[in-house]
């Protein structure tokens, strides 16, 4: 066999297995050595953080809570309403989709594919009842329809309060 680096020189087997030898040879006494220096050094490490020394520094205390400063806190005071109306006057022109139903129903597939032009749904709804005022799908207020000039409109005839929106939810 020969060494690809060294295309002249011959390597018998016999080389290979007396270089091996000598590579075994002194390792073995020091695999010994070798993993069990790491384990006692490893054991006395830990004895030794277990154990204070009396030159060691004590440990640190925990911080301790300071109250917050008005810088942080700033106390509430007359001036701080034009700040609180600034924040307000920020979400202003937010758009929103205002939704009036007329009311509910439910369809099957079949009556709503027998729905043609001049079909007549029937919904839950009873006639004079309120509307429904939906704020961008939310239920916020009830009004009835009224006509101005040739528009439709809605006149508010009551706010909903959260627990009622919980209870008309179920509906």
Not at 14 to 26: G, I, K, L, R, V
Not at 66 to 91: G, H, Q, T, W, Y
Not at 133 to 149: K, T
């Amino acid at each position: 066999m020969t060494d690809p680096n060294k295309p002249d020189q011959n390597i018998s087997d016999d080389d290979w297995a007396d270089a091996m030898s000598e590579q075994e040879e002194p390792n073995a006494s020091a695999d010994a050595t070798d993993e069990e220096d790491p384990w006692a050094a490893a054991m006395a490490e830990q004895e030794a953080s277990e154990q204070p020394d009396a030159d060691s520094e004590p440990e640190p205390e925990a911080p301790v809570a300071k109250p917050a400063s008005d810088e942080v806190f700033r106390p509430l005071s007359p001036d701080s309403s034009n700040a609180e109306s600034r924040d307000l006057e920020m979400i202003m022109d937010i758009p929103v989709k205002l939704t009036v139903e007329l009311g509910r129903t439910k369809l099957t597939i079949k009556q709503l594919l027998e729905l043609a032009q001049g079909s007549v749904i029937e919904l839950e709804g009873l006639a004079g009842e309120p509307m429904d005022i939906l704020i961008n799908g939310y239920l916020i207020a009830q009004g009835e329809v009224v006509v101005v000039e040739d528009k439709y409109g809605i006149r508010i005839t009551e706010i909903i309060t959260p627990s009622e929106r919980i209870h008309k939810l179920n509906r």
